[in-house]
């Protein structure tokens, strides 16, 4: 079975620019998440999905951060403008749903580097 | 609010030393706690949970014990081995209204197992 898919696995830009990370949940997985882990940190969560609707993004920077998920299945998150504060790593996770005990299951994350 | 504090890395030990590394949490009613390994250059994978009090969690020779009493989750293992050396994240999962499923890590601690 695959696992979370995300691309790219590392992406190097100058502040201003925009730029946007791909996530493929494992099939069958209604829920999604996207963190973001900084330097020596633990992840944080940046929105959560139910399907195509977010549910929970309160902690997503809404003046440059976007996300989407269309058709309920991949997801898109974007910044635009970068800012150099902004480099950190970007993981994707999904699970079978939201309940407490169930197992998030994590991609390998894409390593933003804003210069 | 809620939240997960982990002992600082790194940890440095010897191969078959015995381990632990400490984490306690804070949190509003009962949430499931887990704990998470990162190989180098690897996404983050679920090594263990448990999801009510007294409960053991157990993988790969690792063990956690949830204890509601002193708010702990430590993480222990016998005997290490060099490709335990990983980092290593304590974490629970949010139950206040509106983010069931949303995961607090700890900042992570570093073990280097030395043959």
């Known amino acids: 079975e695959a696992g979370v898919v995300q691309s790219p696995r590392y992406k190097i830009i100058e502040k201003k620019q925009p730029v946007a990370f791909w996530c493929n949940p494992i099939?069958?997985?209604?829920?999604l998440y996207w963190y973001r882990q900084n330097l020596g940190q633990g992840p944080e969560l940046l929105i959560r999905?139910?399907?195509?609707?977010?549910?929970?993004d309160s902690q997503l920077p809404k003046d440059r951060f976007s996300a989407e998920r269309l058709k309920g299945v991949d997801s898109t998150l974007k910044i635009q403008p970068a800012e150099l504060g902004d480099s950190a790593v970007y993981l994707c996770?999904?699970?079978?749903?939201?309940?407490?005990?169930?197992?998030?299951?994590f991609g390998p994350g894409t390593r933003l580097t804003v210069l | 609010g809620n939240s997960v504090t982990q002992m600082e890395g790194p940890v440095t030990l010897s191969e078959e030393a015995f381990l632990t590394i400490n984490c306690t949490y804070t949190?509003?009613?009962?949430?499931?706690l887990f704990w998470y390994v990162q190989y180098p250059g690897e996404g983050l994978q679920l090594l263990l949970k448990?999801?009510?009090?007294?409960d053991k969690g157990s993988n790969k020779g690792f063990e956690a014990t949830y204890r509601k009493e002193t708010t702990s989750f430590h993480l222990e293992k016998g005997s290490v081995q060099v490709s335990d050396s990983a980092v290593y994240f304590c974490?629970?999962?949010?139950?206040?209204?509106?983010?069931?499923?949303?995961?607090?890590f700890g900042q992570g601690t570093t073990l280097q197992v030395k043959p």
């Open positions: 974490a629970l999962s949010d139950q206040s209204s509106g983010n069931t499923g949303k995961l607090i």
């Open positions: 999905y139910e399907n195509e609707e977010a549910v929970d």
């Open positions: 099939s069958g997985h209604n829920t």
């Open positions: 448990a999801t009510k009090a007294d």
């Open positions: 949190a509003t009613g009962y949430p499931s």
């Open positions: 996770a999904s699970s079978l749903g939201p309940y407490r005990g169930n197992e998030q299951f």
